[in-house]
């Protein structure tokens, strides 16, 4: 069974930083897309961040370029997602979601990615 479970998440000041892990069990991660996506309160879920294994490709969106970067351990199955410089406007619920040879996962219809983790609450806040 395909699993994905989310930590790391917390409460920070503004200009604080996070790392939130993403545990991958029940595949691997070859030829899969795997990132991360937010949703905040009374707002659709976005993607933020996004890695294609099969090529290195990477996605940020406009909003954490530049403060946000993901990351991979091959050898513990775990995705990472260093965000650094938090704004209280990134207080979210992040997920991490994954799908087989999915090529553009953060920016595709949500409804289409087949596994999800169940989240983990950022606030950035003083």
């Known amino acids: 069974q395909r699993q994905l479970v989310e930590s790391g998440g917390g409460l920070v000041q503004p200009g604080g930083s996070l790392r939130l892990s993403c545990a991958v069990s029940?595949?691997?991660?070859?030829?899969?897309?795997i990132g991360w996506f937010r949703q905040a309160p009374g707002k659709e879920r976005e993607g933020v961040s996004c890695l294609r294994t099969s090529d290195g490709g990477t996605y940020y969106s406009d909003h954490v370029k530049g403060r946000f970067t993901i990351s991979r351990d091959n050898a513990k199955n775990t995705v990472y997602l260093q965000m650094n410089s938090l704004k209280p406007e990134d207080t979210a619920v992040y997920y991490c979601?994954?799908?087989?040879?999915?090529?553009?996962?953060?920016?595709?219809?949500?409804?289409?990615?087949?596994?999800w983790g169940q989240g983990t609450q950022v606030t950035v806040s003083s």
């Open positions: 029940g595949f691997t991660l070859d030829y899969y897309s």
């Open positions: 979601a994954a799908g087989f040879r999915l090529y553009s996962l953060c920016t595709m219809e949500t409804g289409r990615i087949p596994t």
